[in-house]
Nanobody, 114 residues
Framework: QVQLVESGGGLVQAGGSLRLSCLAS????????MGWYRQAPGKQREMVAS???????NYADSVKGRFTISRDNAKKMVYLQMNTLKPEDTAVYYC????????WGQGTQVTVSS
């Protein structure tokens, strides 16, 4: 069983930065892919970024060049550095881990004011 706990959300002005963190508990396997999703009010949850154990990353087009995902396998942590934030980045951000099933954190709110 895996549990994920996010932290680091908050309120920031447009153009600012935030760093989200996600701590995983339980056994993490080399094949596990970890990532970040977000869900804005009235919208479907969407993928933001993902990263494999070996560091291969994937980003949504809307965040390329602004967001950076990283991972510390020894600490069972995954991070999302968000720069040049825009009001449209406002959402609840969820950490996830994909294996035979998908695990989700409880989410952390990110609000970007204009």
């Amino acid at each position: 069983q895996v549990q994920l706990v996010e932290s680091g959300g908050g309120l920031v002005q447009a153009g600012g930065s935030l760093r989200l963190s996600c701590l995983a508990s339980g056994t993490i396997f080399s094949s596990d892919v970890m990532g970040w999703y977000r869900q804005a009010p009235g919208k479907q949850r969407e993928m933001v970024a993902s990263i494999t154990t070996s560091g291969v990353t994937n980003y949504a087009d809307s965040v390329k060049g602004r967001f950076t995902i990283s991972r510390d396998n020894a600490k069972k942590m995954v991070y999302l550095q968000m720069n040049t934030l825009k009001p449209e980045d406002t959402a609840v951000y969820y950490c996830n881990l994909v294996r035979f099933e998908t695990y989700w954190g409880q989410g952390t709110q990110v609000t970007v004011s204009s």
